[in-house]
């Protein structure tokens, strides 16, 4: 079934530091991209839409020049965490659709620790 | 989107089957319903969707009712790894396909 890569899964940093989160998918093209994030004991809550070749669509109230994203090819999306505070601490997971109308498949996330 | 309602928590005993339901009246007739679970410190793994008929596959079967309003996710013989939040998701079947999650079901499967 598809697959979809999540890299790293672990990172602590001082805080003021920007922090790249990769997302891939290895057996399949995705041409979109999506970024949740989930606090503790809290449900996903969805970032943005990352679209290869174009500008990411954030969701309202997420700050699109604190958490970049990048989809430059159709199996690669990254986002990143600039000047990351302790308030930015949460688990990062990412979702690539197949296309064709399949499901969603999902990475095992990012956990993100800011000291 | 439609809005679900799912219960917050249920017990199973293991080797028994889960029945875990979700409540979608709200939902459009091109919405499919979409079952996903996470695991505790993983992403979400998709299970299984449908949009009319009842479906079944190698993990779980998806009953929805003949009005659509609501269905069910049976495991039928679940096991301590299937305790996860089991989340119940209309989505389009066209558009921005952006799942909107909501609460889930704690399912706890007890030995």
């Known amino acids: 079934g598809a697959v979809v890569s999540q890299h790293p899964s672990r990172v602590i940093c001082k805080s003021g530091t920007s922090v790249k989160i990769e997302c891939r998918s290895l057996?399949?093209?995705?041409?979109?991209m999506f970024w949740y994030r989930q606090f503790p004991k809290q449900s996903l809550m969805l970032m943005a839409t990352?679209?290869?070749?174009?500008?990411?669509?954030?969701e309202q109230g997420v700050e699109k020049d604190k958490f970049l994203i990048n989809h430059a090819s159709l199996t690669l999306s990254t986002l990143t965490v600039t000047s990351a505070h302790p308030e930015d601490s949460s688990f990062y997971i990412c979702?690539?659709?197949?296309?064709?109308?399949?499901?969603?498949?999902f990475g095992d996330g990012t956990r993100l620790s800011i000291l | 989107d439609a809005k679900t309602t799912q219960p917050t928590s249920m017990d199973c005993a293991e080797g028994r089957a889960a029945n875990l339901p979700c409540n979608h009246s709200?939902?459009?007739?091109?919405?499919?319903v979409y079952w996903y679970r996470q695991i505790h410190s993983q992403g979400p793994q998709y299970i299984i969707h449908?949009?009319?008929n009842n479906e079944t596959n190698e993990m779980a079967s998806l009953i929805i009712t003949e009005d659509r309003k609501s269905s069910t996710l049976i495991l039928p013989h679940a096991t301590l790894r299937d305790t996860a939040v089991y989340y119940c998701?209309?989505?389009?079947?066209?558009?921005?396909?952006?799942?909107?999650f909501g609460k889930g079901t704690k399912l706890s499967v007890i030995p």
């Open positions: 990352s679209n290869e070749g174009s500008k990411a669509t954030y």
């Open positions: 979702s690539a659709r197949v296309p064709g109308g399949a499901p969603q498949h």
């Open positions: 998701l209309p989505l389009s079947g066209a558009g921005s396909y952006q799942l909107t």
């Open positions: 057996d399949f093209q995705a041409t979109t």
């Open positions: 709200t939902i459009s007739g091109n919405e499919y």
């Open positions: 449908g949009l009319k």
